[in-house]
């Protein structure tokens, strides 16, 4: 694989880490534009999504590493990011959007143990397809300029793949969670029975390669450009922070904070 990331490692990246694992369960509502079907206008979009943690640094359940170390999928942990993940359906509708508007992103969490607000905005690239599509080539490449080597591995003959990595997503979902993968398609209306006999309510899925679930099932990956974080521990001089890359397009650029009005 060429061409990692040169970014040295963000700046909000162990504060934002901090906060997240305060949550038990971090969500972040994660805004899309949608093309209004009547008008040709931009909508904003909105919904909750489980925070994966940051792309190439999954922390795996302990019952999905046992089943790929078993099954030889295990990857070495060989990179780090500063790249949100989330999973998701194909069929669903932010996929469409990211695909009419470039990926554009936004996501936002609020961690009131802390009292802090963290906006992220960025473009998101989805992977999960077949290696051999264009546009997942374009996505695995796109994202390559956001991943950096861990320096201990720096050396090392590379057993990583993508395929592993993504099985690793799948797997770190419960059997009932990869089962929602064949479910009927989302957001349809319930009088659409599917013609396809895979597809059912809640099925239970403890094969990695179930075909129909990972026909649909991908791993969204956000390369963040901007974060505004928001602090209101002190009510009376709330806080603000602006941090920016610059000119990251080809993997290269320099963060930069600057402290806001809030
Ligand atoms: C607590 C919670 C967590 C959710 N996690 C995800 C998730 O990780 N990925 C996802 O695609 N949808 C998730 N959903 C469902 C989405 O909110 C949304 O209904 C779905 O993604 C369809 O949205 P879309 O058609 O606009 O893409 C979650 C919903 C809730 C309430």
Same mark, same amino acid.
């Given at each position: 694989?060429?061409?990692?990331?040169?970014?040295?490692?963000?700046?909000?990246?162990?504060?934002?880490? /901090?906060?997240?694992?305060? /949550?038990?369960?971090?969500?972040?509502?994660?805004?899309?534009?949608?093309?209004?079907?009547?008008?040709?206008?931009?909508?904003?979009?909105?919904?909750?999504?489980?925070?994966?943690?940051?792309?190439?640094?999954?922390?795996?359940?302990?019952?999905?590493?046992? /089943?790929?170390?078993?099954?030889?999928?295990?990857?070495?942990?060989?990179?780090?990011?500063?790249?949100?993940?989330? +999973?998701?359906?194909?069929?669903?509708?932010?996929?469409?959007?990211?695909?009419?508007?470039?990926?554009? =992103?936004?996501?936002?969490f609020w961690v009131k143990e802390v009292m802090t607000q963290w906006r992220l905005?960025?473009?998101?690239?989805? =992977?999960?397809d077949d290696a051999k599509k264009s546009v997942e080539q374009t996505a695995r490449?796109? =994202?390559?300029?956001?991943?950096?080597?861990r320096p201990s591995q720096a050396s090392t003959v590379s057993e990583w793949t993508?395929?592993?990595?993504? !099985?690793?997503?799948?797997?770190?979902?419960?059997?009932?969670?990869?089962?929602?993968?064949?479910?009927?398609?989302?957001?349809?209306?319930?009088?659409?029975?599917?013609?396809?006999?895979?597809?059912?309510?809640? /099925?239970?899925? +403890?094969?990695?390669?179930?075909?129909?679930?990972?026909?649909?099932?991908?791993?969204?990956?956000?390369?963040?450009?901007?974060?505004?974080?928001?602090?209101?521990?002190?009510?009376?001089?709330?806080?603000?922070?602006?941090? !920016?890359?610059?000119?990251?397009?080809?993997?290269?650029?320099?963060?930069?904070?600057?402290?806001?009005?809030?």
């Amino acid at each position: 694989m060429a061409s990692h990331s040169t970014v040295p490692t963000a700046l909000w990246k162990s504060l934002f880490l /901090q906060h997240a694992s305060k /949550q038990e369960d971090p969500y972040m509502a994660v805004a899309t534009v949608e093309r209004d079907s009547q008008n040709g206008s931009s909508i904003p979009r909105v919904r909750y999504c489980g925070f994966r943690g940051f792309f190439g640094e999954l922390k795996l359940h302990p019952s999905a590493e046992k /089943q790929l170390r078993d099954e030889n999928e295990l990857n070495p942990l060989e990179f780090e990011s500063d790249m949100l993940a989330f +999973t998701t359906d194909t069929r669903m509708q932010k996929i469409e959007q990211f695909n009419e508007f470039d990926g554009a =992103i936004e996501v936002v969490f609020w961690v009131k143990e802390v009292m802090t607000q963290w906006r992220l905005r960025g473009t998101a690239f989805v =992977i999960g397809d077949d290696a051999k599509k264009s546009v997942e080539q374009t996505a695995r490449a796109e =994202i390559i300029k956001g991943l950096r080597k861990r320096p201990s591995q720096a050396s090392t003959v590379s057993e990583w793949t993508w395929e592993k990595e993504i !099985t690793a997503y799948f797997a770190n979902h419960s059997p009932v969670m990869r089962g929602s993968f064949k479910n009927p398609a989302p957001g349809r209306p319930l009088s659409e029975e599917p013609t396809d006999p895979n597809l059912k309510l809640g /099925q239970k899925v +403890t094969d990695l390669h179930d075909a129909t679930a990972r026909e649909n099932f991908r791993v969204v990956v956000i390369r963040v450009h901007e974060v505004d974080r928001l602090d209101l521990t002190r009510p009376e001089r709330a806080s603000r922070w602006r941090t !920016t890359l610059t000119d990251a397009s080809d993997g290269v650029g320099q963060w930069e904070e600057v402290e806001l009005w809030p």
